[in-house]
């Protein structure tokens, strides 16, 4: 490193400064020379002091701001400024980061920014795990593309159940078969790049470049290979197939992509970077996708197909369940495409396919699993609207924003579901000889391709795989977490509704708040940050302590903890929202005095230590030490007593508040 030249650390810290402070960033990216940022006040811009910064080569002011770095080292600049934010590339920064940004939003637009903050805080496990961190990435990879999955999935549901009709003969083909092809033109958009969409979304997750996980993504696809000369299987020596490896294939490789992108980034020079990084790191996950994922993928799949003959000759109620239980299985490594040439074969010699309504059961069964999830899990509002918005699609036989956007992230329900496919399934293979005369989606939409008046044994499936997948799923696949969260939920509407009988008064429950430390207890009027003096996010209190040691401010569940840790949310059992807000414009400390004791999803009470904070360390750094305690969410609040200021002992009641819940 240059005598002048700064680390990457301090190069963002002096880029914050020159922009008004991370709290006047909202989003960062960056492009082949320059870190763009969106700026929420332009009059606290510096532009001369961001020029004078070693390192920065120029300023563009336009619709974003612009600091010229240099090819190679700008995205190492731009990352490290947005993990100091605690957020990721392009992703909003928290809310709670913008508390020195006073003059750009009013005190009400100030509350409800950080409430939605602290509410929108996502709940970290208390026993993480490899499988859990696995499943919650994937689920950070598609639930962005759930609108896309749900729009395109109902156009493509309209579409095949027109197509059926017309192949059944029902509608005149003349006159609808041109907007069946719109519709299978807007479909494909969608369905036909899945696999680039997923590299580009798996980049963002895992930290590498998004369009070269697009890349990775279209790999898969096969596109410039000569077709006379096809690349070979290294396992078998036949040709590869396109779209060998799948979805999950895809994100193995972008995963790979990462760690090689990241090693390199640290090893190649910058001036070069841009040149070596993105080059041998396409070279090396290419090769390695091509000769390695994708030929093990099609062993797998030829595996596969000899155990499928086998259960077809089997026969009856058990091969049913074996395919209806497998087949989604199979979606996910991308394998169900093998099984085209065996429904082509079934129809040219005997006019329908058996295997394809068998299959079909996966998707019902998915559809029992969300809707028993919807009923076991009605207070999480976001896992519903997500059910909501994939269940049509589903019961027509689109089933990526199932799988991807509920059940797999989930775990243990993509378990359950197919079960409840494999139960369809096995009522379809008992009742025999129920095929389609053509290739079409799942679901309702197939009852029109049902071949010899066997439609009502193939809908007779569909309600038996409903039905197994809801029951498998209602007993046993909701997972641990998801019923902690309900019981709380339950628990907390309980707590809150005290009435007495037959009166029809107003309920309330009565909570105390505590000093979080030792010291001393002064009202909120006093504190010398007006965002919290002026009681623009709640009332409270705050302690001036003598010692680190912070303690819960009163019994709940840890709802948040922001990345930069000076910050805890606490929501009560009776649905009030608490925050320790610990130090005033700590937030640009990110993270470094605070020692967190507490995870997300925790149960706390005032004897609970929260935090070791180093107070030496904030006032070293110019900031003051002042535990706040706010109440963010005063319209649950009937009345408050604070009830005791001036010196105090840690877990000493303070305050008395009295919720309301008309």
């Not at 009027?525 to 003096?533: G, Q, R």
């Not at 005032?606 to 969410?633: F, R, Y």
Request: aromatic share 6%.
């Amino acid at each position: 490193m240059a005598k002048n030249e700064l680390t990457l650390e301090k190069l963002a810290t002096r880029i914050y400064a020159g922009v008004g402070g991370m709290g006047n960033v909202e989003s960062i990216v960056h492009c082949m020379t320059r870190v763009r940022m969106k700026i929420i006040n332009d009059e606290l811009v510096d532009v001369a002091k961001l020029k004078a910064i070693p390192g920065v080569l120029g300023v563009v002011e336009d619709e974003q701001l612009q600091v010229i770095i240099g090819p190679g080292k700008v995205n190492k600049v731009a990352q490290t400024m947005v993990d100091q934010a605690g957020v990721k590339l392009g992703e909003q920064i928290s809310s709670g980061n913008r508390a020195s940004d006073k003059s750009s939003a009013s005190g009400k637009d100030l509350v409800n920014e950080r409430a939605q903050a602290m509410k929108a805080a996502q709940k970290n496990k208390q026993k993480p795990s490899k499988i859990k961190s696995i499943l919650k990435d994937i689920s950070n990879i598609f639930v962005p593309m759930i609108p896309a999955f749900v729009g395109t999935g109902i156009v493509a549901g309209i579409a095949a159940v027109l197509a059926n009709l017309v192949t059944a003969g029902t509608l005149d083909a003349a006159t609808w078969q041109q907007y069946i092809d719109i519709m299978n033109i807007l479909k494909n958009g969608m369905f036909s790049f899945l696999v680039i969409y997923t590299g580009i979304n798996a980049a963002q997750v895992f930290g590498a470049t998004p369009t070269l996980g697009g890349v990775i993504g279209a790999v898969v696809l096969l596109t410039g290979m000569n077709p006379e000369a096809p690349l070979k299987n290294l396992f078998t020596g036949e040709a590869l197939a396109a779209g060998q490896g799948g979805i999950l294939g895809v994100i193995f490789a972008v995963w790979l992509l990462a760690i090689v992108e990241k090693k390199l980034h640290k090893v190649v020079p910058d001036s070069i970077d841009i040149i070596v990084t993105p080059t041998l790191s396409l070279i090396a996950i290419g090769l390695v996708e091509i000769f390695f994922i994708m030929p093990l993928a099609g062993f797998i799949s030829d595996g596969m197909v000899g155990g499928i003959n086998w259960v077809l000759g089997v026969g009856g109620a058990f091969s049913g369940f074996v395919l209806g239980t497998l087949f989604l299985p199979m979606v996910m490594f991308g394998l169900h495409q093998i099984l085209t040439p065996i429904h082509v074969q079934m129809i040219d010699e005997t006019g329908k396919t058996l295997l394809l309504p068998i299959l079909a059961m996966a998707g019902a069964g998915q559809v029992g699993a969300a809707l028993a999830l919807w009923v076991r899990c009605k207070k999480d509002k976001e896992l519903t609207e997500m059910i909501k918005g994939a269940l049509p699609v589903g019961i027509l036989g689109i089933g990526e924003p199932l799988i991807y956007g509920v059940t797999l992230p989930l775990g243990r329900p993509f378990i359950t579901a197919c079960i409840g496919g494999g139960i369809g399934g096995a009522v379809v293979g008992m009742i025999g000889n129920v095929g389609a005369i053509a290739i079409g989606p799942s679901g309702a939409a197939l009852i029109p391709l049902i071949s010899d008046g066997k439609w009502l044994g193939y809908v007779l499936g569909l309600l038996a795989a409903y039905a197994g997948g809801f029951l498998a799923t209602f007993f046993f696949g909701i997972p641990k977490e998801q019923l902690e969260k309900e019981e709380l939920a339950e628990e907390t509407t309980t707590e809150m509704t005290p009435m007495t009988e037959n009166t029809g008064a107003v309920s309330t429950s009565e909570i105390s708040l505590a000093a979080v430390a030792d010291g001393v207890v002064e009202s909120l009027e006093k504190a010398s940050d007006p965002v919290f003096a002026q009681k623009m996010m709640g009332e409270g209190y705050f302690v001036e302590p003598i010692n680190g040691q912070i303690y819960s401010p009163v019994s709940g569940t840890i709802s948040s903890v922001f990345p930069t840790k000076h910050a805890i949310g606490i929501t009560t059992a009776n649905g009030l929202e608490v925050l320790l807000h610990m130090g005033i414009n700590t937030v640009d400390l990110g993270g470094t005095p605070f020692e967190v004791k507490v995870t997300e999803g925790q149960l706390v009470t005032p004897d609970t230590l929260v935090a070791q904070v180093d107070l030496a360390a904030i006032k070293a750094a110019g900031k003051e030490t002042s535990m706040m305690v706010l109440i963010t969410n005063m319209e649950k609040v009937k009345n408050f007593v604070l009830e005791k200021t001036g010196e105090t002992k840690a877990k000493a009641k303070v305050m008395t508040v009295e919720a309301t819940k008309n």
